[in-house]
């Protein structure tokens, strides 16, 4: 088992532990202060990052862009009041289950 398995969830826990902090105390803080709005910018400038460094860069610059977009959704989620552990169940729900019966159930 990797040691680094509850990473998201300790990250997240220091996200939520930012709401309400003073945006000049940290990014996160920052962030949750400006709201969804510019918690979805960057979502969608750290998404495109990922495809980038996925076509041309190097693993490096994937793992590396891969992190700031998980860590961007998170802040997403906890500005939303939306618990990470909602995630990690759908997840669950999905894992085992083929992608293409996943898919066709949603649009029933």
Known sequence: MNSNQHILDELYQVILSRKGASPDSSYTASLLHKGVDKILKKVG??????????????????????????????????????????????????????GIVEKAARKE
Request: glycine letters at 10%; aromatic letters at 8%.
């Open 45 to 98: 400038e750290e998404a495109t990052e990922v495809v980038i460094a996925g076509k041309g860069g190097t693993d490096t610059e994937l793992i590396y862009e891969t992190a700031d977009l998980l860590y961007h959704g998170l802040v997403l989620l906890a500005a939303r009041d939306i618990p990470a552990d909602a995630v990690w169940s759908e997840l669950q729900r999905r894992f085992g289950t083929s």
